[in-house]
């Protein structure tokens, strides 16, 4: 049996590590930019869970000039956006809302739905996906540019 020098090993298992984790993170939400141009960007799935309800996702946070926020995705393609946060859940069809239409239509299964509201833009669309209790969206929300709107 042939022994393999110590460097050998180590680069071995290093690079079996590396790609092991890779795979794994793969299967997580992924960003796609560094906050820079995005508040959020990514992709993001709502999947039937074992209650034959679809997931939902509440994202929350302070923006200045803006001020606390809740974007909720999901449950399937429905989308809400609303001023402050609070723990109670929000029904999506409240006045509340900031988002019209809420529930994004899909035809020919394609998806595309753009809104501007609170000083922000909200653009979404479907993705596709590998599974069919699966819909997976394209996300990102950023700061409404309203400097280009005056012109």
């Given amino acids: 049996m ?3 020098p110590r ?3 180590l680069s071995g298992w290093t690079i079996a590590c590396v790609l092991g984790i890779g795979a794994v ?9 560094d906050h820079g ?3 959020l960007e ?13 997931a939902e996702r509440i994202y929350d946070t302070k923006l200045p000039g803006i001020g606390p926020i809740e974007l909720h995705m999901g449950p399937y393609h429905e989308f809400a956006l609303f001023r402050g946060v609070q723990e109670a ?11 019209r239409p809420f529930n994004v ?3 020919d299964n394609t998806a595309r739905q753009r809104w501007d509201a609170a000083g922000l833009r909200l653009e979404v669309s479907l993705a596709g996906g590998s599974r069919d209790e699966c819909e997976s969206w394209f996300v990102t929300l950023q700061r409404l540019d309203t400097s280009s709107m005056s012109r």
């Fill in 7 to 9: 460097w050998q090993l």
């Fill in 105 to 107: 239509q899909i035809r």
């Fill in 37 to 39: 141009r995005a508040i």
């Fill in 89 to 99: 859940h929000r029904d999506h069809q409240s006045a509340e809302n900031l988002l």
């Fill in 42 to 54: 990514g992709n993001w799935q709502s999947c039937r869970e074992d209650d034959g309800q679809y």
């Fill in 2 to 4: 042939a022994t393999w």
């Fill in 25 to 33: 993170a793969s299967a997580q939400f992924t960003p796609f930019s």
